[in-house]
Each structure stands twice: as structure tokens, then as C-alpha cells.
């Protein structure tokens, strides 16, 4: 099968030109087929203040109103996106941007209210990977923003992280598929406290050792669930780390295995 | 050579939810291989006064400055396009929204200063057809907005119609290509006070009778002048009238032809 590669980078570096930049130029310079996903950042938070819209937070995360949903419409899916997509161009990588609901590419479900109501916001549904290959096929580098459709005319916001694994999980039909997810660790730590304590292999045994060390916890767990759930979908292998893993000189991070 | 229509609408369908959404049925129901291109009309003004971007004007023609660019990036690019794209889908359209910047389909080249400098505007240099193509014969209905890039990361503002004439006539190297101008008239008119009085047919022979008699001036001598410029350089024809014309029950619109 053929080596299919999923990065993810997160508001961190698209709020950052340089950095921006700096990524940019690896992800260009990564040999072989790939899949770019962005999330926004607080530049949507910027722009809806600008707006006066009023960001409504319950529980620690942001309720999409309609008026948020615009924003964000507007900020990852034009601004950000875009802008990417011009300077991957710049630098010959041969991107096209989109949102879930072009080439009908990944429908969702608006998410049912019950105690919450988060708004406008999906949970991915459906993959609709052979479409996405005809893009990969015409050598075309996908670059997704974090933002799906239900089909019926609605544009929903979607967790970045989610639409990663679930498009990699899609592809994993047709390739081996990697996710590398770019963060401002440099891994998994074995102490939060000692940024080199990079766990460099965590597989399903070494995971279940380190949650009952409690090693894994708070914001660490559910990406790590999110992982394993994904690996026992297809997926070949999940990198955690900064953005130099996507060279060869750096082997830095954590790779998870099933 | 198999057909493909080109249609463009402008800012009024765009602002009317009502109007836009009678417009992407009839887009929907048009047989055959085709292309949409929507401007973005005032909408983005609209968004640069709520941010308090002033919209400079020189001699009627509005300065893109790097906010304004901002702005539309976020309207046309974002808010607009992905949101005709999730409707187009759910009429079982399988669009894909586009800037000229992804998969590099149209260049263009900064407009250089001289009297004025029109700011982030870009004048179509080059639009790689093959590429587009390569998603028309993926059965995906591409959907431009008025965004261009010049190669080099920068985004740049372009304007719809010429987008639309510089697009059909790289595709007329592989299709037999049709422009559909959608506008609020029924066509161009023999008396502009009689919205009836529509020249169904204007060749070249009959435009230059037109010039003479002085019935073409004002805004539609640049339209008409274009238009002559894409037939001569390939496409077949040319139609402008209201959105109806996309039906085979209204023939109430101007055909064009050399």
C-alpha cells in the first residue's frame, strides 16, 4: 500500500508568520502524498470581538451560535485557509483548500442538544475518501479547515483533531496512512514538568502501564483515546510532537502504535 | 467537442438568500459540464465597515488596500463561497469552492502603479486549464470567486467578470465553452427605459451598427468590449440576461457571436 501522510497543525503556528512560515516549508518538503489540516486559532476569537459577537463559553468550550458560525466561516475557512494555500503554491506544493462540504468531501451531524447546546457544530459522519483521493490522484495536496456540512446546506464547525483522524481513518482504506499531530511539546511526557521526557513509542500495552501510573491525564487523555480509536480504524501509525518530526533529523516525539 | 457553461452572478443574487437560492436550483438543473464564478457585491463592504475599514474609492473604483484584502479574502473566499458550495450540495451539485490560488488556477500579476495604485488587485496572467479540468472530468462542478494569486504567497482581488471571460477562455482549448452573464437586466437593450427592448442577437457586424447608432455606452461598452475579446480568443458565446436564461423556456436574453 501506498504511504499516505495527515498533518495537523493547530492556532499556535497560524497565528505565527514565521513560524507559519518555517511549517510551511517542511510540510513542502515532506516526500510523498499528503493531507494538510489547519484549525484557526484565536483568530476567530479576534474577529468576533472585532464584531462585538460575544464569545459564549459553557463548560469550557465555545458554543456556534450563527453569528460565531460566520466568523468562523470567514476566518478558517477564507482567511486562514487561503492564505495557506497561496504560500504552500509559493512554495510548489500544489494545494487546494477546502471545507467539508466541498467535493462533499466530510458530512456531520449537527450535534444533539442535550444538556448543552453547542450550536452549529458537527461530528463527523462520513469520509467521503474516494472523492478525496481524485484530488490526491490529479497530484493535489489537500489542505482542510475545520469546518464540515450536513448535507442539507448547513456548514458546521468541527474539531480540528476530529476531522484529522477521521479523514486519515477514511483514507487508511486506500493507503497507510500516518497522522502526525504538531503541538507545542515535544511528545507525550513521561514528566510534564521536563520537556525532554519524551515517551518516544507508546503501543496499546505501554498506554494501559501509563494510565495506571497516571502519567496520562487531563488534556493528554482524550487525544490519546482519540489515537488508539483511530489506530484500531486503519490507521498505521500517530506522531505527537513539534513540527520538526516532519524531518529526519529529529526523532524527538512520540510515535503510537496500536 | 463536449460543451461547458460558464455562469457568473454578481452581488445581487448573492445578498438575496431568496434570489441566490432560485438561482443555484436553475445552476443545479443546467445540463452538462459547468463552471460557476460569483462576485461578492456589498457584503464585503458591509464586513469592512462593521471592522471600521474604511473603503477608499479613486475615480469609482474602490482601493484594495491590506485590510480591505482581509475582508474579502474572508467574504468572497470564506463566508460567500463555502456557504453557495454547501447549498450547491445539497441540490446534489458536487461542487468544490476556488480561489485562483488553489490547485495554482489562475495567476495573475499585480496591477502595476501609475496613476493610481489600486493596491492587492491582480490582472489574470494565466489560468491552468488542464488543472481545472482535471476536476470537471472528476465530475466536480468548480465554483470561483473573484480571488487570484500571483505565484509568489499573495493573495490578490480580481474582478469577477474578467475571472469569468479569462476562465472560458482557457477552457475552450479543451471544451466548447458558453458564458452565461447573470445580471439584473433582461439583456442588453435597444432603449435602456424599455427593459423589454432586448437585442436577442448581436454579432460583430450588428455590435459595430450598435456603436455607431450610439445605443451601447456607459457600463455595457467595457461588458460588450470583453466579451468580443473572449470570442475572438475562443469561446463560442456569449449570453447575458437574467438568471432565466438558464432555463430553455425563457429566450429572452442577448445572445453574443463574433
Known amino acids: 500500500?501506498?504511504?499516505?501522510?495527515?498533518v495537523k497543525i493547530g492556532g499556535n503556528i497560524i497565528e505565527d508568520d514565521e513560524a507559519l512560515h518555517a511549517?510551511?516549508?517542511?510540510?513542502?518538503?515532506?516526500?510523498?502524498?499528503?493531507?494538510?489540516?489547519?484549525?484557526?486559532?484565536?483568530?476567530?476569537?479576534?474577529?468576533?470581538?472585532k464584531l462585538g459577537i460575544e464569545s459564549k463559553m459553557i463548560n469550557g468550550r465555545r458554543i456556534t451560535d450563527a453569528d460565531t458560525l460566520e466568523v468562523i466561516t470567514m476566518v478558517y475557512g477564507g482567511l486562514v485557509n487561503k492564505n495557506v494555500v497561496a504560500k504552500l503554491q509559493a512554495l510548489n506544493t500544489n494545494a487546494i483548500g477546502l471545507t467539508g462540504a466541498d467535493i462533499n468531501s466530510?458530512?456531520?451531524?449537527?450535534?444533539?442538544?442535550?444538556?448543552?447546546?453547542?450550536?452549529?457544530?458537527?461530528?463527523?459522519?462520513?469520509v467521503a475518501y474516494k472523492s478525496i483521493d481524485k484530488?490526491?490522484?490529479?497530484?493535489?495536496?489537500?489542505?482542510?479547515?475545520?469546518?464540515?456540512?450536513?448535507?442539507?446546506?448547513?456548514?458546521?464547525n468541527t474539531n480540528a483533531d476530529t476531522i484529522t483522524s477521521q479523514v486519515a481513518v477514511g483514507m487508511s482504506h486506500l493507503y497507510e496512512t500516518s497522522i502526525y499531530y504538531c503541538f507545542e511539546l515535544n511528545g507525550v511526557l513521561e514528566n510534564i514538568n521536563d520537556k525532554n521526557s519524551v515517551i518516544k513509542h507508546i503501543d496499546s500495552k505501554i498506554y494501559k502501564d501509563l494510565l495506571e501510573k497516571g502519567i496520562i491525564a487531563d488534556g493528554m487523555l482524550p487525544k490519546l483515546e482519540n489515537c488508539f480509536d483511530a489506530l484500531k480504524h486503519g490507521v498505521h501509525n500517530i506522531n505527537m510532537g513539534n513540527t520538526s518530526m516532519l524531518t529526519r533529523e529529529n526523532d524527538n516525539f512520540t510515535k503510537i502504535t496500536l
Chains 1, 2 share one sequence.
Open 106 to 126: 466530510i458530512k456531520s451531524d449537527k450535534r444533539p442538544v442535550k444538556e448543552v447546546d453547542f450550536g452549529f457544530v458537527g461530528d463527523v459522519k462520513e
Open 23 to 49: 511549517f510551511l516549508k517542511l510540510f513542502s518538503n515532506l516526500k510523498g502524498k499528503k493531507i494538510l489540516v489547519h484549525g484557526g486559532g484565536k483568530r476567530a476569537t479576534h474577529m468576533a470581538s
Open 1 to 6: 500500500m501506498e504511504k499516505l501522510s495527515i
Open 135 to 156: 484530488l490526491i490522484q490529479a497530484d493535489f495536496t489537500p489542505v482542510f479547515c475545520a469546518i464540515t456540512h450536513d448535507g442539507n446546506g448547513q456548514l458546521l
